[in-house]
């Protein structure tokens, strides 16, 4: 836990103690709906977060709307999600998904997010994937505004928030979670937080791969904090490579250029200046088409080298009217700033790791196998099957982090008071504060070792003998570090342990996926094989720590 100054965590003396009915941990779209939807049902609501996350950077949500496009249905929304997951979603997260967006996006509305309306109707993007158009937006950006409606209404709702905490564990006893400890990195101030249900909703994978759109709070905690709390995780092998990131200059590196573009008539461009896609995807090149082959495409591209020198192609939105750009206020404003004006300009781009389809398994009222316990967002797996069409991310936090909040209210809300005393006795056996053993540095290199690996062994295409050796070097880096990991989430191996523990569930169910599927793509089994993977693989924690994959449940 490198970024947690040990030597400042508090020593003598127990913790802070925060009640409350719902523990919310995550402060972004997801996070912020649970909280929301929760204390509007009564409930006293905590809400735990490091920062934002990767909300702020949403650029619209699916939405089936009554006032939609002509032809448009939520049975269409249904369809499009399933045949975008390789018919491997889990049919009642679906429905849920379809049937609730909306109810959320009139949610969010009435908040004051001042959604982009044409003739009286929401506006919407088409993006890749859907059928119709049906994303709604907000061009000034989307995330922020969403997020700012949802702050102030935590605010005048009283939701009890703690910005700037970092969650080191979940408080279970007797096989049920009761909230979680968390602690000030830079203060050292430890705080139990007590709650009848903990939200979990921190978001995704992180930095298990070593280029990647993940903001430097999104660390993958989110998994090993579940599995050491009993959880069983699903579909993990399926990472989704977000085709169109900015590769350079480097202002903007790491940066999403909108696949709505492509919706607006953007084009991708090698760099023979070949339209590509159109050998590919003949029927649409660039539009309607999933995003694990829209990369998939793209690295070819680079791999057999019709890519540029820095490894990329372009994305050329050059044909695009200045109404249409500036409609993209945000990229636009950062492009510039960069010194690249899209409108005269291809911007380079490539695929980098972007979202996890897999998560906590969960049923369709966010409940996780383990009591107490919800989960939603990225945090959450089963919706997205083996690949996540545009725009259904944000809708999934949006509208499964709302469901949470509800959920998390029904029936007879436990009152943690029994079990306080208990709580603080293992509150003080998990800060037991280590601050010798490894240096900083040393703990970075595991770390670095990791995402390097992921990046070789399970990146977009795979093999089983990279696959094969990648897991054997993750088993052998993780044995290593639990050989003198504690236990303690304050050691300063605990980090590089959850890196390498996720790291080693999204690794051992890809080797053990024999087909290619979605964004799984393994050169030695290219083909779709539905009679014997039509499935999911599941991973819980083994008796000795380490990632186990389970029976399919």
């Not at 298990?208 to 903001?215: K, W």
């Not at 056996?429 to 399970?458: C, K, P, R, W, Y």
């Amino acid at each position: 836990m490198n970024d947690v100054d040990v030597s400042a965590v508090q020593k003598d003396g127990d913790p802070d103690v925060v009640i409350s009915d719902v523990l919310v941990l995550g402060g972004g779209a997801a996070g912020y709906q649970a909280a929301t939807a929760a204390a509007r049902s009564g409930a006293r609501v905590s809400l735990v977060a490091r920062a934002r996350g990767a909300s702020p950077f949403i650029l619209g949500f699916n939405a089936s709307l009554a006032q939609g496009t002509p032809g448009d249905s939520a049975e269409q929304f249904y369809q499009d999600t399933l045949v975008g997951g390789y018919n491997l979603g889990e049919p009642r997260l679906i429905r849920a998904l379809v049937e609730q967006a909306p109810v959320a996006f009139e949610e969010l509305r009435r908040l004051g997010v001042p959604f982009e309306m044409h003739e009286g109707r929401p506006a919407l993007r088409h993006l890749s994937g859907s059928r119709y158009a049906r994303s709604v937006y907000v061009a000034r950006g989307t995330g922020n505004a969403v997020l700012r409606a949802l702050t102030s209404e935590a605010k005048v709702l009283g939701v009890d928030e703690h910005p700037g905490l970092r969650v080191l564990s979940l408080l279970v006893l007797d096989g049920r979670v009761w909230g979680a400890l968390a602690v000030d990195p830079r203060a050292g101030r430890l705080t139990a937080f007590l709650a009848s249900n903990t939200v979990l909703a921190m978001g995704g994978i992180g930095g298990i791969y070593g280029d990647s759109t993940y903001p430097a709070d999104v660390v993958g905690s989110s998994y090993a904090l579940a599995l050491d709390a009993g959880a069983v995780l699903r579909d993990m092998e399926f990472v989704q490579f977000e085709p169109t990131v900015v590769a350079s200059p480097d202002g903007v590196r790491g940066m999403e250029m909108p696949t709505a573009m492509i919706g607006d008539g953007a084009v991708l461009k090698n760099a023979l200046g070949e339209r590509f896609m159109c050998r590919y995807h003949p029927d649409g090149c660039e539009k309607q088409i999933e995003k694990a082959q829209m990369a998939l495409f793209i690295q070819k591209e680079i791999d057999e080298g019709r890519g540029t020198s820095d490894g990329a192609v372009y994305f050329d939105a050059t044909v695009l009217s200045p109404q249409v750009l500036n409609g993209y206020v945000s990229h636009r404003q950062r492009l510039f700033k960069a010194g690249v004006d899209p409108q005269t300009q291809p911007v380079r781009v490539h695929p980098a790791a972007h979202s996890l389809m897999g998560g906590v398994s969960i049923d369709a009222r966010c409940h996780s196998s383990v009591p107490g316990l919800l989960v939603c967002g990225e945090a959450a797996g089963g919706l997205h099957g083996a690949s996540r069409i545009a725009g259904n991310g944000a809708a999934d936090a949006i509208t499964f982090g709302r469901l949470a909040g509800l959920s998390a209210c029904e029936g007879e809300l436990r009152s943690t008071r029994p079990q306080h005393q208990r709580v603080l006795d293992l509150v003080r056996s998990l800060v037991v504060v280590e601050d010798g053993g490894e240096d900083v540095e040393s703990v970075q290199t595991h770390i670095n070792m990791v995402a390097a690996l992921m990046s070789t062994a399970f990146g977009i295409r795979r093999t089983g003998s990279a696959m094969t050796e990648g897991v054997r070097t993750l088993t052998t880096l993780h044995d290593e570090i639990c050989a003198q990991w504690t236990g303690s989430p304050l050691h300063p191996l605990a980090r590089a342990r959850t890196i390498t523990l996720v790291a080693l569930s999204v690794a051992r169910s890809a080797l053990a996926r024999q087909e290619s599927r979605g964004a799984h793509f393994r050169a030695d089994y290219p083909e779709r094989d539905d009679q014997r993977w039509q499935r999911s693989n599941f991973v819980r924690l083994g008796h000795d720590g380490d990632a186990v994959l389970d029976a399919p449940g």
